[in-house]
């Protein structure tokens, strides 16, 4: 299938006066329409820094230094062409045009993410009235079906509530109308079950796979969360210290990790095969500095498999295809292949 | 190791939290934070409180700590020195002040609960200090054997907690908790604030310590993963009140409770093949002001019949040490974590 969204050796660096800290250093993946690409990441591997890098928000001092985002889009004659994000100013009227249309993002706390002074229904339909030509009316009538969509209970009611009077599932569940209500071809998902119980974190996930379904929008999903991750994705992008360790297809990377790291991971959760009370698998020692600058692999010193080889402390090495869409990038296996 | 004893027993506990509302703050109504929660624990063992976010599982936790008074019930607890039992809910704050040291607390966010101004060394001498433990090198031995209990080294002690990572920090907070040589810790979401691998490197110390020195553990969470690799035992919570209350591997095998047995399914798991079995529940928990009459689970509840919006179920036993909420709890097949296969 033909992706929608492309992104190449994508580096965002934060330049500080105590140095430079590369959040995201040399992703590639593409987005196909209808799938959903799960990034796992522990807090500080600069997952969420690709998300925004793709609607070009960034905040300060971050830049993007390097790197390609292609969207696939159409134009005036119905051939596809190929827009580089990374190009568009992020202030102009295209960038603005972008998101919300083509590329929709949800986020982890739905209260910080609406204007507590404006109800819900006013904030969905501004976003329809801002990338699409329809009347007030027409869009309240939107509106309320977006949110009959994603369950929220007397939608023509609930229209008129502000975000304060929801709960935090419903607010969600309200995010989720306005992400999608103009149709977009991508949704960026950051963490947007983080903040919910374990039942209502099965219904929004349940919700964003049925309209994903009904939609055929594509999906990034970010979290910190690998039950999460392996519930929503199809494919896995497994990153850490800003880069990519391991992508591959949902049932391959729970089932057949390659990479030293993701197989660490995998280890420290308690599963049914752990017995209980005994010891879980630790990951030894801490993240790299952030400021540091690492040639090989950023995993190297805490790695069980290496033990702080040279090679795979400073060889550069690149993410190598493994087997069937799947790619690991471990110095041992990359170099030795 | 001798017969393991009831050392904490909690009955009916409750605690109702008023609403004032207008000019002359009148209670208009009340939060029923906790309604009615009864569970024992033995000493050297791991208790596990489950529930979701605002079903009172902290509230619990609070009232047996003495931070909060309770609106009614007991919680019986036997000092170890051999005074006779007492009731934390009904007792004079200076006899308190006697029994603090043995119950000691682990809050969720190590960011927030240890004094940016301090360094670690005033930190745990703090708690040995007020209560007159140790001074002058008494202390400073004290502070030392604490530090490395807990993994860290003595040239961590003049720094102050800014300088320590997230896992760091709550070692830190587990060593201050452990200083004056507590029996029971209330371990209020020690590792939600953690990333995993750090989490890991959390449950085995935590693991370490109570084998090292027979503490016991009420380990509330609402990771029910977590819960099964610690407890003996597990008590579920719903909109303050008990609904399951049994030995972990019964639980598992067979919950008795149609909330217990959608919780489990709610996990995610690790094994994309076995998604899709899943019970969705429909809404959201009930409001503690105004809960539901009869079972308060009955709205959500997919086995749900017309008993259960009428008659509140009384928390009884089915199997010798299996209590369950439930009218049809004898009745009901409920599929347990083990029949899913997931992985939690």
Redesign the interface.
């Known amino acids: 299938m033909v992706p929608v969204l492309q992104v190449e050796d994508l580096r965002v660096h934060f330049i500080l006066d105590e140095g430079t800290v590369r959040a995201v250093d040399g992703v590639t993946f593409s987005l196909e329409p209808g799938k959903t690409l799960g990034i796992v990441g522990?807090?500080g591997s600069g997952k969420s820094v690709i998300g925004q890098a793709i609607l070009r928000i960034v905040p300060p001092p971050g830049r993007i230094v390097q790197g390609k985002i292609l969207l696939r889009s159409g134009n005036h004659n119905g051939d596809p062409t190929q827009l580089d994000l990374v190009t568009l100013d992020p202030h102009s009227r295209e960038a603005r045009r972008i998101r919300g249309h083509d590329v929709a993002m949800i986020f982890q706390e739905p209260m910080n993410s609406f204007s507590p002074v404006h109800t819900v229904g006013s904030q969905i339909m501004e976003a329809l009235r801002i990338h699409t030509d329809v009347s007030q009316e027409e869009a309240r009538n939107r509106a309320i079906e977006m949110l009959e969509k994603v369950g929220i209970p007397h939608p023509g009611r609930r229209i008129d509530a502000y975000p304060h009077e929801l709960?935090g599932?419903?607010r969600q569940r309200a995010m989720i109308a306005m992400a999608l209500v103009c149709n977009p071809r991508i949704l960026i998902a950051d963490e947007p079950t983080t903040a919910l119980?374990?039942?209502?974190?099965?219904?929004i996930?349940?919700l964003l796979k049925q309209l994903q379904e009904e939609f055929g929008m594509a999906i990034l999903f970010i979290s910190?969360?690998?039950?999460?991750i392996?519930?929503i994705s199809h494919e896995v992008l497994v990153i850490y210290f800003g880069r990519v360790m391991e992508l591959a297809p949902?049932?391959v990377l729970?089932?057949n990790p390659l990479h030293p790291y993701t197989r660490?991971?995998?280890k420290?959760?308690?599963?049914?095969?752990?017995p209980?009370?005994t010891?879980?698998?630790?990951?030894e020692g801490?993240l790299p500095d952030p400021f540091a600058e690492i040639t090989g692999c950023p995993f190297n010193a805490r790695c069980t498999q290496c033990g702080g080889d040279i090679h795979c402390r400073d060889d550069q090495y690149e993410l190598t295809k493994i087997g069937e869409r799947h790619y690991v990038s471990c110095p041992r296996m990359c170099i030795a292949i | 190791m001798s017969e393991p004893q009831v050392f904490l027993e909690v009955k009916d506990l409750k605690k109702h939290f008023p609403i004032h509302k207008g000019v002359f703050k009148k209670v208009v109504g009340h939060v029923k934070a906790v309604d009615g929660v009864t569970f024992s624990m033995n000493s050297g063992e791991t208790l596990g409180l489950v529930g979701?976010?605002g079903c009172g599982k902290t509230t619990v936790g609070r009232m047996i700590m003495g931070a909060y008074r309770p609106t009614s019930g007991h919680i019986w607890f036997q000092p170890p020195n051999g005074e006779p039992r007492v009731d934390l809910a009904n007792i004079e704050p200076s006899h308190m002040r006697s029994l603090r040291p043995y119950i000691q607390m682990v809050f969720q966010d190590p960011f927030a609960s240890l004094n940016p101004r301090m360094t670690i060394r005033e930190i745990l001498a703090e708690p040995l200090v007020v209560n007159k433990i140790a001074r002058g090198r008494e202390l400073e031995g004290r502070v030392r054997e604490l530090v490395e209990l807990v993994g860290l080294k003595v040239q961590h002690l003049n720094r102050y907690p800014h300088a320590f990572?997230g896992?760091q920090r709550q070692r830190i907070s587990i060593a201050r908790a452990l200083a004056l040589y507590p029996k029971l810790l209330v371990a209020d979401e020690p590792t939600s604030a953690l990333?995993?691998?750090v989490?890991?490197?959390i449950?085995?110390l935590c693991?370490e310590i109570q084998d090292q020195l027979g503490l016991a553990y009420l380990f509330i969470s609402?990771d029910?993963?977590?819960v099964?690799?610690?407890s003996k035992r597990i008590v579920i919570m719903y909109v303050g009140r008990v609904v399951e209350y049994a030995p972990?591997e019964p639980l598992f095998a067979r919950p008795r409770h149609p909330y217990t047995e959608?919780?489990m399914?709610?996990?995610?798991?690790?094994?994309?093949?076995l998604?899709g079995r899943?019970i969705?529940?429909r809404g959201?928990?009930a409001d503690p002001i105004n809960p539901p009459p009869g079972c308060p689970f009955h709205p959500r509840c997919l086995y749900a019949e017309e008993v259960c919006s009428q008659v509140v179920p009384p928390l009884e036993e089915v199997e010798p040490g299996h209590l369950a909420a439930c009218h049809f709890k004898t009745t009901l097949n409920l599929t347990g974590?083990?029949a899913l296969?997931?992985?939690?």
């Open positions: 522990e807090s709960s599932g419903m119980d374990v039942t209502i974190q099965a219904q996930l349940e910190h969360n690998l039950g999460v392996a519930e949902v049932d729970f089932n660490a991971l995998l420290s959760v308690p599963g049914i095969d752990t209980v009370r010891q879980l698998a630790t990951i801490t | 979701e976010s990572s896992g990333d995993v691998s989490q890991a490197q449950v085995n693991l609402h029910l993963g977590l099964r690799h610690f972990a959608a919780l399914s709610n996990v995610p798991s690790t094994r994309p093949e998604v899943k969705i529940l959201e928990p974590c083990d296969g997931c992985v939690i």
